[in-house]
């Protein structure tokens, strides 16, 4: 392969990275110590979130980041460096990272990119403490949902009153009662 297909490839891989760092939550973290197989457990993990993990190589990086004037110091890619990405469960693709973290104590989360925002390691710990979307929609159903169920209790609460009343006054009169 030529210098200039080399090149080539390189502007295209270049190129690739805006799909990795436009992505709604991206997560930078050092892998090194990580054993083949729990790379492939994390990748797992993450991947049935619908995300993905990518290896860096740190230079191409900061290739993209100069292509979109984006003033990234070079301290943040330095050593071996993997991303964690996703649009759609980016705060559960950080819980999965953190939990991790956790267990693993061979990754270190550095930083990571909220829409498009440098975040430190410990926003990226308190984007893991966020719930996540099912969580958010189940709470917003449950919101909805309570207000009406209370509303419908308390319009039937007069007639079941109502009902109760008139039973009685019933089994009075069959009783041979005054009203």
């Known amino acids: 392969m030529g210098s200039v297909q080399i090149l080539e490839k390189k502007k295209k891989t270049v190129d690739g990275l805006a799909e990795i760092f436009n992505s709604s ?86 930083s990571g990119f909220i829409e498009r925002k440098l975040v430190s390691e410990k926003q990226v710990a308190e984007v893991a403490k966020l719930p996540g979307k099912e969580q958010l929609l189940a709470q917003l159903v449950y919101s909805i949902g309570m207000p009406l169920r209370r509303f419908g209790s308390a319009l039937s609460s007069p007639l079941t009153h109502m009902l109760i009343l008139l039973k009685n006054l019933q089994d009075k009169k069959e009783k041979g009662g005054q009203i």
């Not at 993905?52 to 070079?74: C, H, P, Q, S, Y």
């Not at 964690?84 to 989360?109: G, R, W």
């Open 25 to 110: 939550g991206v997560y930078l973290f050092d892998y090194r110590g990580l054993k083949v197989s729990e790379m492939g457990n994390l990748r797992n993990r993450i991947k049935a979130l619908g995300a993905n993990v990518k290896v860096l190589k740190n230079r191409l990086a900061i290739k993209f980041f100069e292509k979109e004037k984006i003033a990234i110091g070079r301290d943040l890619f330095n050593g071996p460096i993997a991303v964690a990405y996703s649009n759609e469960k980016f705060v559960e693709t950080a819980k999965v990272l953190v939990d991790f973290e956790k267990e693993s104590k061979k990754i270190k989360i550095k």
